[in-house]
């Protein structure tokens, strides 16, 4: 990278005849140079800017435009055309050449976007772009001259405050800031507040060197006092901020400040006085960007996601700037009315030119390159999924762009969720359709240091359990919350031990209230909840409350329909989400109509008009009405008595009137098909959909009629995976009446074909929420061998020692033996009982196993008798203990179960050791180490000889006691044990007794 300079040598703020600029090439040996002469070549130049230029948009055409960049370029290059050789010098040298252009005299003023050579503008010439920088000389941090080695990270803030018009498309800013970084993704840290001091603070937290960008948009002023930037105060009216306000807000410097708001990077009163990037610049900022004029915020939006995508590749900044102009032209060279503010974007720089080193701050890159050497990885993907819960596919939410008209209640419940709030939680409550679950998934994204463990719909303690279970990584906290006690002093201490904090998100919540008759039991005119979930809720929050004491801020999030009240509840920040507001809905409707979608007639616009009067700012009425106005007219229901309809009816009820209207339209096959399909409650395959087809032979196959179902939002196809679809639960009702098979064959039917898809497939890797679900439906279907198949699974894996999830093995075991039992299944139930304590009724369990194990399966039945062993040493009954060892033990010596017999071997030593019959037991352990080793149980060989050692030192013999712990301490190092560390100073401890006794 190389640069051009335009140096100025006398300093003056003002044109003072006498003064002289020096175009300077590259500094090198020969320091060749130009001198201009400040004064009448350049005083007309300014005057023709103020009139041509700087004048409202309507009257800067593109042949003025051309105009005004060729008299620039005609008064630096001169008769012995200077500037063209200059540039010829660096052709297919470099793709980008900087024209660093030295503040003062009003130079920063004129248009040098502009330069044009009487072929093109200098921004988009190919190979080399020339791109204007407007420099001030002066140190910069080293940081700003190297490129770090890592993904670019953007800090983003929107500022709008109250009653500030027009409205920002802030919301679709970020949106595609995001999607033109997909191939080479970039960090984006989001402030939602607007307010200056929540910026710092978020610098502050993410630290030095974190940050390479600041983009702050919003709107931007010119004041008597001086050019401002309008940010929000703590409540979210409007702060006039200057350029010092905002410097002493950047906790750390970035390497760039992206000022997107109108004069931005605009002069006051004929350039005399600095623009609000200029200022930014004398105050110590690396590089800022800002616009020269009033712009729009489609053409802000463009640059910005281009800009990023180039800066992501670990382009410099100058050559981002060229592929931005270049990009921009490009588009406008298409479409005239779009991207014509492109020569507004202006950048400002600092450095020390005295070696070509001195501009790395715009000419060095960022970011390194993608695929460079030791690159650290993006921590953070911006890829969204299109679910608040996505390993159960389970509530779909809007992506950036489509997610509107929030941002007070974001702000609001930020607020709520911070460490120092005085609430655990919120709860954000309001009719069906608001976007309550997208709400909650953008605050999940924006608490990006908390884990989310998200819960849908009916709220007991095995599915809280299950999903905590699999959000929570270590086991300390593991292993309290499955083990003894109640609910609450669990949660509270398993919570405290939590290494990140979580939030809990209870999704759907309107399923936990009493119902009468479809609806919620109304006390008082208030919905109840039912008393299970109240007590769930009471021992949730006093678990949180204790943690955060602590110093845990784990956090509480509900999203329900109605407002739950219980005597707890004002620990929550309630929060009713009501109708998008006008600007709102005005955005959500440009979003569902775009170009190719327009009304072509006035009679479609006026039913445009007359849907969104009817919607009244619901997002998914919105959506359900502007896609049933896609649609082709023969597959469109009859919109004016459809609207008319529901213009009658109840705020309240307008989402089930809408649906019931659309299912009305639909054909018998399709209710059909939408009724058999709530069977299932997550996404499934079509061949599922087709199974259940099949079920009636006079119905046709409804493969033709899922599009347009998906079309008119009564079926959801899903992307993630592709292919899969699923019946929204509020059709439920509606659908009632439908004629079907009956429920258990449907069930049978979609386990069946899920067991073959899910299950047995090659490839097939289902979820855990996959697996329940195929349990589900096997239960309702009667498919007990595809049941018991799941519950082992499933069992068999939550009690390892690693997961602890026991009371989640009860309560799926009791649910599948209430059905279907089998030796497998009492056992795992006798197992879970034990690790909790319920030591007689895992005698009892595995008991039922035992006399249900068929007689030939010897191998489980010695599994079976050493569990009983197990229990009854735990008791303290040793001699019943050994009678059941004594069992098992021919059994799996029978059968070559190895393992197995070197098991129930070390337990026997165990016995007789606590007994005191020490060279006994030294005899069982010795006879456990060959069968060990052969079958390659490291993990098992070191605790045989762990109890070995014990017993040595018992016996005072201490050389045999270190000898074995000595092999424990190279067997555990050699697999990694967690009882390593405890070991070790177990080993140090004995050879301490033996030195001592040799001494």
């Not at 009216?237 to 350029?243: E, H, I, N, V």
Request: aromatic residues 6%.
């Amino acid at each position: 990278m190389s640069f051009i300079y335009i140096q100025l040598i006398h300093r003056a703020q003002t044109l003072q005849a006498g003064a002289t600029i020096t175009l300077r090439f590259p500094l090198e040996a020969a320091h060749r140079a130009r001198d201009l002469t400040l004064g009448g070549d350049l005083a007309p130049l300014l005057d023709q800017a103020e009139l041509d230029y700087y004048v409202p948009d309507h009257l800067r055409d593109a042949a003025r435009l051309q105009t005004i960049g060729q008299q620039l370029y005609r008064w630096l290059d001169g008769d012995d055309r200077f500037l063209t050789r200059a540039i010829d010098q660096h052709r297919d040298k470099h793709k980008a050449v900087a024209l660093l252009i030295e503040q003062g005299a009003r130079l920063d003023h004129l248009p040098w976007e502009l330069l044009h050579d009487g072929t093109s503008y200098l921004v988009q010439q190919s190979p080399t772009a020339v791109i204007p920088v407007r420099w001030t000389v002066g140190n910069v941090p080293v940081a700003a001259l190297q490129a770090q080695n890592r993904p670019l990270h953007v800090a983003f803030m929107a500022t709008a405050p109250q009653g500030v018009t027009p409205a920002l498309d802030f919301e679709g800013e970020e949106a595609r800031i995001v999607e033109a970084t997909q191939r080479e993704p970039l960090r984006l840290s989001v402030e939602e507040s607007g307010n200056l001091g929540e910026l710092s603070y978020l610098l502050g937290a993410l630290g030095e060197g974190a940050i390479d960008v600041v983009h702050l948009t919003g709107h931007a002023t010119h004041t008597a006092d001086g050019p401002r930037f309008m940010c929000e105060d703590e409540v979210g009216d409007p702060y006039l901020a200057s350029a010092q306000a905002i410097a002493a807000h950047l906790m750390h410097t970035p390497r760039l400040l992206f000022l997107s708001g109108c004069r931005t990077g605009q002069a006051m009163r004929g350039g005399v006085i600095p623009s609000l990037a200029a200022t930014l610049i004398a105050n110590g900022l690396p590089a800022v960007l800002g616009w020269g004029q009033p712009v729009f915020d489609p053409d802000a939006t463009a640059a910005a996601a281009t800009l990023y995508g180039a800066l992501a590749q670990g382009l410099s900044l100058v050559r981002g700037l060229a592929e931005t102009y270049r990009d921009l032209l490009r588009r406008h060279a298409q479409n005239p009315a779009e991207n014509r503010h492109w020569h507004l974007l202006r950048l400002y720089a600092r450095g020390d030119v005295q070696t070509e080193a001195g501009a790395g701050s715009v000419t060095t890159a960022l970011v390194t390159a993608p695929r460079t050497a030791g690159r650290a990885r993006l921590t953070t993907p911006q890829r969204q999924s299109p679910y608040l819960i996505p390993d159960e596919q389970r509530v779909p939410v809007a992506d950036r762009a489509n997610f509107v008209g929030r941002r007070r209640v974001l702000q609001a419940c930020l607020a709520a969720l911070r460490r120092d709030s005085p609430y655990l939680g919120i709860i954000l409550h309001g009719m069906g359709g608001q976007g309550k679950s997208t709400l909650a998934y953008r605050l999940r994204q924006r608490l990006e240091h908390h884990t989310p463990v998200a819960l849908y719909g009916v709220l007991d303690e095995t599915y809280l359990l299950g999903k905590l279970n699999n959000a929570i990584q270590a086991q300390p906290p593991l292993e309290v919350l499955n083990g003894v006690g109640t609910l609450r002093h669990r949660l509270w201490r398993a919570f405290a031990l939590c290494e990140e904090p979580l939030l809990l998100i209870l999704d759907n919540f309107e399923d936990n209230f009493e119902q009468a008759a479809g609806a919620p039991k109304l006390i008082d005119g208030r919905p109840l909840l039912t008393g299970a979930t109240v007590q769930l809720l009471d021992d949730l929050c006093f678990a949180l409350q204790k943690s955060n004491e602590q110093g845990q801020p784990h956090r509480l999030l509900i999203t329900s329909r109605y407002r739950p009240i219980w005597q707890g509840a004002d620990a929550l920040y309630a929060h009713q989400l009501d109708r998008l507001n006008d600007e709102a809905v005005q955005k959500k409707v440009t979003r569902l109509t775009p170009a190719s979608n327009a009304p072509a007639s006035a009679s479609r616009a006026a039913l445009h008009d007359r849907a969104i009067a009817i919607a009244d700012g619901n997002p998914r009425l919105l959506e359900w009405l502007f896609d049933l106005l896609a649609q082709e007219p023969s597959a469109t229901p009859d919109m004016d008595a459809l609207l008319a309809r529901m213009a009658e009816q109840e705020t309240a009820l307008r989402e089930d009137i809408l649906a019931a209207a659309l299912l009305t339209a639909q054909t018998p096959t399709l209710r059909q098909m939408l009724a058999r399909g709530l069977t299932c409650a997550l996404p499934v395959p079509t061949a599922v959909l087709d199974a259940l087809d099949a079920l009636d032979p006079a119905l046709p196959n409804t493969g033709q009629e899922r599009p347009r179902a998906t079309a008119l939002g009564l079926l959801e196809a899903t992307t993630e995976p592709a292919d899969q679809w699923r019946v929204p639960r509020i059709l439920a009702p509606l659908l009632a009446a439908e004629a079907q098979p009956e429920q258990a064959l449907l069930a049978a039917t979609a386990a069946r074909t899920l067991h073959t898809l899910w299950w047995v497939a090659d490839g097939a890797h289902a979820s855990e929420a996959q697996q329940l679900e195929l349990h589900r439906l096997a239960l309702a279907g009667g498919e007990t061998e595809i049941a018991q198949e799941l519950a082992n699974a499933l069992a068999g894996r939550w009690n390892r020692a690693d997961q602890y999830r026991y009371r989640e093995v009860i309560d799926l075991v009791q649910r599948t033996v209430a059905q279907t039992a089998n030796a497998r299944l009492w056992n795992e139930i006798g197992y879970a009982k034990n690790q909790l304590g319920a030591k007689q009724e895992a005698i009892s369990h595995y008991q039922a196993a035992l006399t249900s194990c068929p007689a030939a399966d010897q191998a489980f039945q010695g599994t079976i008798l050493n569990n009983l062993g197990s229990v009854h040493d735990a008791l303290g009954e040793k001699q019943e203990a050994l009678r059941y060892y004594n069992l098992a033990l021919p059994l799996r010596r029978a059968v070559g179960d190895r393992g197995g017999e070197a098991t129930t071997l070390n337990n026997l030593g165990s016995v007789y050791d606590a007994l005191g019959e020490k060279q006994e037991a030294l005899r069982y352990f010795n006879l456990a180490l060959p069968l060990l080793q052969q079958v390659g149980d490291r993990w098992g060989e070191s605790v045989t000889r762990y109890n070995m050692a014990m017993v040595y030192v018992n016996l005072g013999q201490l050389a045999e006691a270190v000898e074995e712990l000595e092999r424990v301490v190279a067997i555990e190092e050699a697999v990694g044990h967690p009882d390593l560390a405890s070991d070790r100073a177990t080993l140090a401890r004995v050879r301490a007794l033996l030195a001592k006794a040799n001494a």
